[in-house]
């Protein structure tokens, strides 16, 4: 009788135990593949609708708080995994990126406004459709805001119907039609893994190491010091050997250049070919591990892990851990890409540094800079929930715009997004610690995500059948019409014309379409970023957009 009770009766309890067992059930089916091919953490979606049209919901709060709370989490998550390459990433294809995703966003309100012409179905209860299609929570809102500011309060439940009814096949829609692409193109997985893994390497200028023989008597009798400040290279000289010594010495910047010194380098590829082309040759058989076994006089190279929460934010140059500690920074190792350690390098929780210098030395940098990486795996909730609030207040900011009788927010996705990728970016500088484990993001997001799709299914389904059987079926084709039909026009013209990766474009339409189940459905298909990043570079506009016309198309159907 009491776990009757339970299941039936609403309370914290029972929508606890109700929340759980559609998101265990749906993970259960996400294993079935069918052609090769899964639908992921969307059969918690099916789940939740399945229960639900047996009677077993969240209450609205509960439903409401669970939806948005699991967004934010999922949203927020990727935003600190692609913040510190956003911008760059942006550069160099978020103009293309966000044309393309506008493309889409005015080919989908062109279908639901066509189908309403041909048709003859009102345009109200299109743009509803259109929601749904889109899955695009915050248009509904605004829309039916608009409706209610134009009618004296009054509110009209056919946005919700035809959002209701659309919304399962628009998340569905998104990740078909990216599997569609896939056969269309005949994408092999492991090509555009490459591809990406040499367009990475490339972008990212790979750091080498050389080691080069003093042959040019006109700087015979200089200092290094000297030497870096005629050439102004990106070079770091950690090593110096004279001719006929076998000590193995530290450089400093007053080390005195002798013919037939040997010195290792550090830097990119062109600006070591610079530094040959002054002092001399490479000497080939001479790499770094030939140095470290020649290191008699107790110099070793190690690389030391920055856990010190007081260097979050600091510059190598204000530190001057060089002249303090008697060691030389060769590179940074920063998620898995390694950097210069120049002296405007600023520093974040979790770098990989590598140091030249006597163990001592090397020793007592390590115990300064921290080194200890069982710190790395404590979370940094302080700047998670900072971000989440101040993510809630962007989204939640009104922007007026002429014209429209309701004011356009990004929502409580766009917010917690902007300011997450803000926060990972930028924060460092402002020694706000953002340092997150891989494992720790990878946790937030499939949380969010299920919590979603399950609040999202637990309230779709009420009245779904019913609505399907007295002529909500049409709904159901225009929606699906309005989903895949831009992503199938657009998903072309990117890859074709716009040269853009598989994955990329994934993320693009997942993006495009506010989709967060299509994101986690593309994320799951490689083990790169690719998708996140392009989901991010057009989300915020698509949201934006999206509200914006759906407004639009109240007004004009009013």
């Not at 492991?190 to 990475?200: G, L, V």
């Not at 750091?207 to 042959?215: N, Q, S």
């Not at 997942?510 to 994101?519: K, V």
């Amino acid at each position: 009788m009491w776990l009757l009770n339970l299941i039936t009766q609403p309370g914290v309890a029972h929508n606890l135990l109700l929340l759980a067992t559609i998101i265990a059930i749906g993970l259960t089916f996400s294993r079935i593949k069918i052609a090769g091919v899964s639908l992921g953490v969307t059969w918690v979606l099916f789940a939740g609708i399945v229960a639900s049209h047996f009677g077993l919901v969240l209450d609205d709060t509960t439903s409401q708080f669970v939806k948005n709370f699991g967004l934010i989490l999922f949203i927020y998550s990727i935003g600190l995994q692609v913040g510190p390459s956003f911008f760059s990433s942006f550069r160099k294809g978020g103009v293309v990126l966000n044309s393309l995703s506008i493309l889409i966003i005015l080919l989908g309100t062109l279908t639901a406004y066509a189908i309403s012409l041909i048709t003859g179905e009102s345009l109200l209860s299109m743009v509803g459709v259109l929601c749904g299609a889109v899955t695009n929570t915050p248009a509904l809102g605004a829309a039916q805001q608009t409706f209610s500011d134009m009618n004296d309060g009054t509110a009209n439940p056919i946005f919700a119907q035809g959002y209701a009814v659309c919304y399962p096949l628009g998340v569905m829609g998104v990740i078909l039609a990216i599997i569609a692409l896939r056969y269309i193109f005949r994408v092999r997985f492991e090509d555009e893994t490459a591809i990406y893994n040499r367009n990475t390497r490339r972008e990212s200028r790979l750091i080498h190491t050389a080691t080069l023989c003093v042959e040019n008597q006109a700087i015979v009798g200089h200092t290094i010091g000297q030497l870096q400040e005629s050439l102004s290279r990106d070079i770091v000289i950690t090593r110096l050997k004279h001719p006929g010594s076998e000590d193995i010495l530290l450089v400093k910047s007053e080390s005195t250049l002798q013919l037939g010194d040997r010195l290792f380098i550090v830097g990119h590829e062109d600006d070591i070919e610079a530094y040959t082309l002054l002092i001399g040759s490479k000497i080939s058989d001479m790499d770094e591990e030939q140095w470290d076994k020649e290191a008699h006089n107790n110099l070793v190279s190690v690389r030391v892990v920055v856990t010190n929460d007081k260097l979050q934010g600091r510059r190598l140059s204000d530190l001057d851990l060089r002249r303090t500690f008697h060691v030389t920074f060769t590179r940074v190792n920063r998620a898995g890409i390694d950097l210069i350690a120049n002296p405007s390098l600023i520093l974040q929780l979790g770098d990989r540094v590598t140091v030249v210098g006597s163990a001592e030395n090397v020793e007592r940098l390590s115990q300064f800079l921290g080194n200890t990486v069982s710190r790395l795996d404590q979370p940094q909730l302080f700047s998670t929930f900072l971000g989440i609030a101040l993510g809630v207040i962007l989204g939640s900011l009104p922007i007026a715009i002429p014209g429209i009788p309701v004011p356009v927010k990004l929502g409580l996705a766009g917010g917690p997004l902007i300011v997450s990728i803000l926060l990972s970016c930028y924060g460092p500088k402002y020694h706000l610690i953002t340092y997150t484990t891989n494992s720790a993001k990878l946790l937030m997001r499939e949380i969010g995500i299920s919590m979603f799709m399950a609040a999202v299914g637990l309230s779709a389904g009420v009245g779904f059948i019913d609505t399907l059987t007295h002529g909500g079926y049409l709904w159901v084709l225009y929606g699906f019409i309005i989903t895949v039909l831009p992503l199938l026009i657009v998903g072309p013209i990117a890859r074709i014309f716009a040269h853009r990766s598989y994955f990329t474009i994934a993320g693009l339409l997942s993006g495009a379409m506010a989709s967060p189940a299509a994101l986690a459905y593309s994320n799951s298909l490689s083990d790169n970023d690719q998708a996140s990043v392009a989901y991010s570079t057009v989300y915020p506009l698509t949201m934006f957009l999206r509200v914006l016309l759906a407004q639009i198309l109240v007004v004009m159907a009013l």
